[in-house]
Structure formats: structure tokens, C-alpha cells
């Protein structure tokens, strides 16, 4: 067997401005080894693996060591980097953010050429690695799809593609099962299961025991910056960060798909805030949902279920106005008559999704990230006014992030900015909240903390409408769901935990 990668480091730390985001790490990571990362948000899980993957430098303390060898041959780390493969939700945002939009067999020609753009022609021996890689992930039926036409799960396994093409020694998995649905995971365990038996290595970051990739043997953890423990992973182990993430092998609701021969449209009371009737929706000239009839009234709450690439963010999108159903679809929104600018309806929602953690990696500040939501924009156009800063501050401090108000979102970890969005979506004091996999990149505690805010909000006559795939991520007090199957979207009975 070919001889992989190992790596040593000693004393290593991180600065990120005034604040170490690592400091003092020595850990030695051999070949074939397996590793799970955890740690809570802004512990420096990111750090770790970006310094890992020689994409962040250590700080200079005079002390600091990073050492990649291929058996006992001592290798630099233009090398070690061509042996190692980060992927997450970081990268995968990153084309959204660029508009980059390769087909996916070229995004794998990117992974084997090392760029992030294709710079050169893909040779006949390259388009049959690209080939043996699509059908290990179940894409080949994909190969010329445009990458940012993909579903969120698809865009997921494809990077993952790019990322083994190229036969790397080690695979850097940031949160990497995030946001993704029981197909996919399973899909991805068996990839990732091929690459064990390969001899490949991982160090795989995680908040929760059903994301630790099986067939990983080691635990490392962080708080706060610094190395914590490493040790083997043991059954305890899991069950302790199942506990923590309120995981449960039985579900915590229970749902049943109604009869959908009579319309689904809530409760019989309370005044109608949303009704959409005959609305087909279209994404990129590609058919998402099919004749969806449905409506919310004051003192409903919504969960939103599907699996990845049903249309939950789409049909978040056209509830908050992103997107517009097809000709001859309505929608109607309480207050807002048509030819209502839909701007105005937006300063009246909370709205938090990936697809805005990917907008706001702009060069603002927190605090204006968080004064933007009470205008529905992207950044501060005009200057704040006393209410806007009272507001934004107000919640900056509830979710603890007050110290990070002069940062850039950027500078922010992924749980920390979607803490930040939640902040944002609350500045303006929404009578709605649309929230996408809202706990998705939440440490544990983070999570259990989120869940009780919103059973507080859902008590202050707001409404929620929540698209998930946990049912354990829903606040309790959710009165109903609905289900998105095959461009269908079905009313489904529901019991919440109480």
C-alpha cells in the first residue's frame, strides 16, 4: 500500500485579532487514523482544520512546530496541502458568494487540478478518474448539471467528489453532515466507508454523536481554544454528545400524512397572516413544487419536513418574498395588498437561511449585520438611527455576541454568525419568523438555548415557520407541518413534544 501522510504539531497557536483562536495545540495525527473534532462554537474547531490543511499559518511564538511527513520522509507543505481535503459549508458557500457555477464534472477536474476554477483542459486520463468518481457518488447522472442549480444535498456529495478524486491522504470534514437528510448520510457513510478501506484518514468536526462519521476511532476536543483532550472514542463518548444534542432514537413527534383529498388550510380560527392558492414554483427554469395550496393563521406554527432537494428553502423563499410563484399561482400576505413594494412585507419578517449565513460575507461590521434586519437589507446603506443601534444591541447581548459587534461576519465562527442572524432576524421585531435548519452549525448548548428563545417568541403572538430535518431541532408548541414530497406539499398530523 502506498505510504500516506502523517502530522505533528507542537505548540501551535492562532490569533485572530485580539482574540487566540487556538493556542498551545501539540497533537500528532498518524496515518489511517480517524478522528472526531468537538468542541463548543468558537471553540476553534475551523482553526484546527484549516491549520491542518496549511490554509491558516500559525501565529509566530517561537515555539511553533508543524510537521508533515510520508513514512519517515519529512515533506513541505506545497506537498502535505495536495494530500489533504477540506470540505464544509464554508466551501460550499464560498461558490455561491463568487458565483462560481461549474458543471460538476468540471468542479472534480478543479479537485484533481488543485484551482478553484478550471484554468486548463481536463486530459483523457483525468475524465476517467472524473468518470470512477461520479459513479462512486452516485452523480454521474449529474455530470454536466450546473453546481449552483444542485440541491443542497447534491452540492454536499459533489464537493465531497471533488475532494477524493484527487486521492488525498486525509479528509478535513468541517460540520459536514449538516443539513443534510437520512438518504444522504447513509450515501455519504458509504463513500466515506470506501475511503477507510483505502487506508484514507479523517479528522471530522462535529456537534453531534449522529455526525461522527463511522469507522472514526480517536476523539479530540477543544474549549475555548485549547486542546482539551484526545483520547480513543468510546461508546460514553457518543452518548454523552447524543445527551448533549438532545438526540433521541425515538422521535420526539409524531406525524402521519392526512388526507389530502380535502385541503389542509389550519385551524378554524384566528385571522389568515399567508394563503398561497394554485401556486406553481420554478427555480431556475427547473419545476420545485406543483400547485400548492395552503395558508397560516395568528397562533399557528408551522414545521416544515422534507428531504434535501424537495423545495423547504424554496417555499421559505417565496413566503418571504425571495421568489414569486408562476403565472396564474397568488399569494396573499395579511396587510399587504397587491402592488404593496415587497420590501415593506420584508421589515415585518425574520428571515434566517445558509443562503444569507453566504450573503453576509461582506465587509460589515456585526453591529450593522444586526441593525440591517430591521431594513430587510445586506449591510447599512443609510446611516443608523439611536433605535436601530438600541435594538441590534439589545440582541447582540442576548446572544451573547456583544464583544463581536466590531468584528467582520467572516471573522465569526459558523455558529457564531448564524447566532448573529438570529440576532438580526429579531431586530426588527417580526410578527413572523422563517427559519431554515435554524440550529444547523449550534453547539449543543447553543441549541437547547435557541429552542427555549423560540418557545419564548411563540408565546409573544408571533408565528414560526420552521423547515427542518431533526424533529429534536423544533421548540416545542409547533401546531402543525406540513411535508414536501415529489413537487407536492402535503398537510401532515403532528404532535409536538410538550
Known sequence: MTARLSVALHAVSVRRGDTWALRDISLSLKAGERWALIGGNGAGKTQLLKLLG????????????????????????SAAKQRMAYIGAELQDKYARYDWNPTV?????????????LLQPVTFEEHRRIAKMLRLCSLTHLQNRRFLSLSYGQKRLGLLARGLVQNPDWLLLDEFYNGLDVDYRRRIDRILEHARRRGQSWVAAAHRAMDVPRGTRGLIELHAGRLHSVTRLRG??????????????????AMRVKDTSKPELG??????????????????????????????RQGEHWAVFGANGTGKSSFLKLLY????????GKIERSGFPFGTPIEAWK????????????????????LDLVMSGRYASIGMSDAPTPADKRHALRWLKFFALT??????????????LRRALFARALASDPRILLLDEPLTGLDPRQRATMKRLLERLMTEDRTL?????????????????????KRRAHAIEFHSAT
Open 54 to 77: 496549511t490554509d491558516v499559518w500559525p501565529t509566530p511564538t517561537g515555539r511553533e512546530a508543524r510537521v508533515y511527513r510520508i513514512g519517515r520522509r519529512r515533506v513541505d507543505l
Open 105 to 117: 464534472c468540471d468542479l472534480l477536474a478543479t479537485g484533481l487540478h488543485g484551482t478553484d476554477l
Open 236 to 253: 460514553a463518548n457518543l452518548a454523552r454528545l447524543a445527551a448533549h444534542a438532545d438526540e433521541n432514537p425515538r422521535p420526539r413527534s
Open 267 to 296: 385551524a378554524a380560527n384566528g385571522k389568515v397572516l399567508l394563503r398561497i392558492a394554485g401556486a406553481d414554483l420554478y427555480v431556475e427554469y427547473r419545476a420545485v413544487l406543483r400547485d400548492v395550496n395552503w395558508q397560516v
Open 321 to 328: 418574498g425571495d421568489l414569486s410563484p408562476a403565472l396564474g
Open 347 to 366: 421589515r415585518q419578517v425574520g428571515y434566517v437561511s445558509p443562503e444569507l449565513q453566504t450573503d453576509y460575507a461582506v465587509n460589515v461590521t456585526v
Open 403 to 416: 464583544s463581536f459587534a466590531t468584528r467582520r461576519p467572516r471573522e465569526l465562527s459558523y455558529g457564531q
Open 465 to 485: 415557520i420552521i423547515a427542518v430535518h431533526h424533529p429534536e431541532d423544533l421548540p416545542r408548541g409547533m401546531t402543525h407541518a406540513l411535508h414536501l414530497h
